[in-house]
């Protein structure tokens, strides 16, 4: 089964939902987790609160929110399982969706979430993340070699631009809802990289991709691992991924040493 982590909730309904459809479509067994075995609920601010006259360009769009509906309604969604009683030996994928307000915080921050992410990602199994999903990719430790998995890898994560530009344009009467941390994305994953030349941003001006164009998403794709930047990028993202899935069976994908 492929295993997607969620925080108690606040994610990106985009970045969980499109990825899901897309292994469910292709056939493939998505299961949950969550830290208490909750079912968790994406941000209501990007799904139904909305940012004011600012909400055409920084709500979920109407396709993929539809998708996130779907998702809610699908009964392995409906009964997660705690981080802590995910079978290793049962998950053949883990899928980390990103999202930037506080319950994200639930996950980036869960030692057990991050253990089981470095136990995956060193066995060399199918692996995606996306926005500050890669954070959790950026603090989980490999066991041998006490440094973060992505050591040595090439990432793309949230990009500080994308992060600031939200934050300075909802700071006035969101506060920090666009910062979950000081630091930014794109900060802390370059510093636990071997190169920041590994961490890859992609284009300057990002547009959305979306199911019938995913070519305009951006991803960075090595041996075993995919991220991507934001909710825009993950249609590609989602193809990506798949594939990524589909090569594993196939035996066609590189395992670390």
Known sequence: MILFLLPAGDYDPTEAAVPWAALRDAGFEVRFATPGGKVALA???????????????????????????????????????PYADADPAEITGLFVPGGHAADMRTLLEDATAQQLFARVFTQGLPVGAVCHGVLLAARAKDPATGR?????????????????????????????????????????????????????????LPVRDTAARPGRGFAVRDGNYVSARWPGDCHRLAA??????RAHEAGAVHRPA
């Open 240 to 245: 990506e991924y798949l594939d990524l899935v």
């Open 43 to 81: 941000d209501p601010r990007l799904t139904d609160l909305g940012f004011s006259w600012l909400s055409p360009w920084l709500m979920t769009r109407r396709a993929e929110l539809a998708a996130y509906r779907r998702l809610t309604e699908d009964p392995h969604f409906l009964s997660p399982s």
């Open 148 to 204: 973060s998995v992505l050591h040595g890898r090439r990432t793309t994560a949230l990009t500080s631009l994308l992060e600031l530009t939200g934050w300075n344009l909802t700071r006035f009467w969101l506060g920090r809802y666009y910062r979950t941390y000081r630091t930014t994305v794109q900060q802390e994953v370059t510093a636990a990289l071997a190169d920041p030349a590994h961490f890859l941003a992609g284009p300057p």
